[in-house]
């Protein structure tokens, strides 16, 4: 039976875990934390997900070498942060040309990497271990939907493309279309970045806007990611496929978004660090926004959307300042070239 072993059982780890063992997979899900393994081996109930029932072959273990050696495919659903150190632990035990899937999305400030960068390095710090073949999957996939069954599409990304197809084949269900896309950085670039767009569009929310300036936010969002993808050597169809426009589309609009929902609290007047708090798990778009000011700072690409964010963050500009300087921008042609 091919074996799978998930880091992470959180929203988007349990949910696939749960699709994997579905579909037949021998399925193992980690954590660091004690705490969450005892309490889904007594419940089986995964707390954010209520819903979801959690099919019995799974296996639940507070051990990384239980689940990260022996395994056909091992999957990285930690949040953005904790990559770097999970990957440090896990990578010894991974076999030959190990096929790794990462679905945390964010890029590591300081360093600017890419998750999937980071779990290379990793790997190639390991001897014996640093032919791992490694796979991105990204797109419009909230784990809520996923978890019980609604229709949703992903992108396998990968510069191996029979890595990439394997991937394909196996997260393809009746409910989960999979495509492949050879344009790996311009897939993670758009997941990390969609979020602090998606942070602006539940601003626009919280300020009292209506679905015109959250269009505009959109729109002019994905604008910025493409500038900045352009001048990073991406694929510019990436921007405006799946994992640009269709991920930002969701993250910037459904209700199920802890961006968008941590921005509607910014826009409401709530400080941005109880925000986070009433939202109770990781928004990605805070953890993103230092790296995505440095990027814009370092391949001289403007990028208004995310300095107004960055300065609502800081406590540099109320919101509605923020807003009003977007407004009142020099004019110019939508027609960039």
């Known amino acids: 039976m091919y074996k799978i ?13 749960r699709m994997l063992a579905n579909k037949g997979y021998d399925v193992t899900v980690w954590s660091a934390l004690e705490k969450e393994i005892d309490e889904l081996n007594r419940t089986w109930v995964h707390p954010n997900l209520p819903e979801m029932k959690i099919p019995d072959s799974i296996t639940f273990t507070k051990d990384i070498e239980q689940a990260a050696s022996g395994k056909d495919l091992v999957v990285f659903a930690v949040a953005s942060p904790y990559v770097r150190s999970v990957a ?4 010894p035990y991974f076999g030959r040309q190990q096929l790794v899937v990462d679905v945390a999305k964010g890029i590591e400030a300081g360093s600017l990497m890419t998750m999937s960068q980071i ?14 073949r490694m796979v991105v999957l990204s797109g419009p996939t909230h784990a809520e939907e996923v978890a019980v069954d609604l229709p949703t599409v992903i992108v396998s990304a990968s510069k191996d493309p029979q890595a990439a197809q394997k991937v394909q084949e196996i997260f393809t269900t009746d409910v989960m279309r999979v495509y ?9 670039l758009c997941g990390a970045l969609k979020n602090v767009m998606a942070l602006a569009a539940g601003m626009s929310g919280g300020l009292g806007y209506g679905d015109n300036a ?3 936010l959109i729109t002019r969002g994905i604008t910025e990611l493409a500038r900045l993808g352009r001048a990073m050597g991406c694929e510019p169809s990436t921007f405006y496929g799946l994992t640009g426009m269709g991920d930002l589309i969701v993250t910037a609009t459904s209700e199920h978004s802890r961006n968008n929902r941590c921005g509607y609290l910014i826009g409401s007047g709530v400080a941005p660090g109880e925000a986070v708090k009433q939202i109770g798990m990781v928004v990605e778009g805070i953890n993103a926004l230092e790296a995505a000011v440095e990027l814009a700072d370092k391949y001289g690409v403007e990028m208004p959307i995310v300095n107004a964010v960055d300065s609502i963050l800081k406590g540099k500009l109320p919101p509605r300042e923020a807003v009003n300087g ?3 921008r020099r004019r110019r042609s939508e027609t960039e070239g």
């Open 88 to 91: 440090a632990q896990a990578v």
């Open 326 to 328: 977007l407004m009142n």
């Open 180 to 188: 492949t896309n050879d344009d790996v950085y311009g897939v993670e």
């Open 119 to 132: 779990i290379e390095e990793e790997a190639g710090k390991c001897p014996g271990h640093e032919d791992i």
């Open 5 to 17: 072993g998930v880091l992470g059982p959180g929203t988007w780890g349990i949910a696939l875990a």
């Open 214 to 216: 959250r269009a505009a």
